[in-house]
Nanobody, 130 residues
């Protein structure tokens, strides 16, 4: 059974960078799936941050992170990354990765609801503060 484990969250100063990792265990190859990164700040609903289509068909980003965040995958490690640069206090949240319920769906959009994705990782905390 596929399990996802996020890592890389930390306390960082504004303007700093972090790279989040989402590693998959089990026999499932992430290459065959679209992947989403979401975040949930205290008192707010979970929101889509970025997604990467099957076989990197496309990448999409929330307007709030465009130009600062980059999603990528490393097939050999069965891992997806979220590189976050120029972090802002409003980026503070628990970050989750999730896998498309169905394989081989090339196109993704951050405006697609959470229902597209299952399973989910446990989340990793990112705190941006001076």
């Amino acid at each position: 059974q596929l399990q996802l484990v996020e890592s890389g969250g930390a306390l960082v100063q504004p303007g700093g960078s972090l790279r989040l990792s989402c590693a998959a265990s089990g026999a499932t190859l992430l290459d065959n799936y679209a992947i989403g990164w979401f975040r949930q700040a205290p008192g707010k609903e979970r929101e889509g941050v970025s997604c990467l289509g099957y076989r990197d068909y496309n990448a999409d980003y929330a307007d709030s992170v465009k130009g600062r965040f980059t999603i990528s995958r490393q097939s050999a490690k069965n891992t997806v990354y979220l590189q976050m640069n120029n972090l802002k206090p409003e980026d503070t949240a628990v970050y989750y990765c999730a896998v498309d319920r169905y394989p081989l769906r090339g196109f993704c959009s951050v405006r697609t609801g959470e229902e597209r994705y299952d399973p989910w990782g446990q989340g990793t905390q990112v705190t941006v503060s001076s």
